[in-house]
């Protein structure tokens, strides 16, 4: 009995040793992938905040072009009225 206990507890270190050796090369690669995804992350946001700013160029340009018409058609009809 005492055989098959330490041949039980010599498989339960081998597969203990195995298991950390497998954990470990799965902390590095989920470290390396959250690295990229990070990294992913980081140039959609700066895509975002890029295309954001043009956006709004964009729109304060079409704003200007549709207030100045209005804006000058009302100055038109305060000083003909």
Known sequence: MNCL???EAGYRGELRDLFEAHFGRFEE???RRLAETAGQVARLEEKLERRLAETRAELVK???FFWTPVVLALIGLYFKG
Do not use: A, G, R
């Open 29 to 31: 690669k989920l470290e």
């Open 62 to 64: 079409w704003m200007f």
């Open 5 to 7: 206990n330490s041949i």
